[in-house]
């Protein structure tokens, strides 16, 4: 009797790891992008062009269980080389001294992805709205799955304090900033 149960655990466990997997993020299919408040009357929008990352997913429970990235701080892109420029130096990212930004899951609860953002060597809790866009194969046999994570953070908070007060009240640059990170990842073989 113990066999028999012990050979039914493992038939469970086995199956569960049939659905879930781990996914490397397709760079050429995702995008790193984010907005911020301009003279308190625009947005800027800018993306970072270089990053990496895997997450694992569950097709069967339909539940993204982990998820890391690193996104390179010295390819960021707002179409502005004067303005790139200043945001790789110290007024705001020190891509010299912090090359990294990273982002590492802790959890899924209903639509809310629970994590750990570090930039210019700050790391705090975060809390990102998520979109799982479930599971395809694509016309070369590669197993697909995309998420959209959405969200907004103080970029005071990790020491980011770069402004200008305008003649008129108001600031220069926004705190909050606005992430929208879409993510397309390749099933690992």
Do not use: C
Request: glycine share 10%; net charge positive; proline share 1%.
């Amino acid at each position: 009797m113990t066999k028999l149960v012990k050979l039914g655990l493992v038939s469970v466990l086995s199956a569960g790891a049939l659905f879930a997997g781990t996914y490397n993020v397709d760079a050429s299919h995702s995008n790193v992008g984010f907005k911020v408040k301009h003279m308190m009357i625009s947005n800027v929008a800018g993306k970072f062009d270089k990053f990496a990352g895997s997450f694992e997913y569950d097709e069967k429970t339909k539940t993204l269980k982990s998820l890391n990235g690193v996104i390179q701080v010295s390819s960021i892109n707002t179409s502005d080389e004067k303005r790139d420029k200043h945001l790789k130096e110290s007024d705001f990212f020190a891509a010299n001294k912090y090359p990294q930004i990273k982002f590492d899951l802790n959890k899924v609860e209903d639509d809310k992805a629970y994590g750990k953002l570090t930039m210019r060597g700050v790391t705090k809790d975060v809390v990102l709205d998520v979109e799982v866009n479930g599971t395809i194969k694509d016309p070369w046999g590669n197993t697909r799955t995309g998420l959209i994570l959405e969200g907004k953070v103080n970029r005071m908070d990790y020491g980011i304090k770069y402004n200008s007060i305008l003649e008129a009240g108001g600031v220069a640059v926004g705190e909050k900033v606005k992430l929208t990170v879409e993510l397309e990842g390749i099933l690992s073989k």
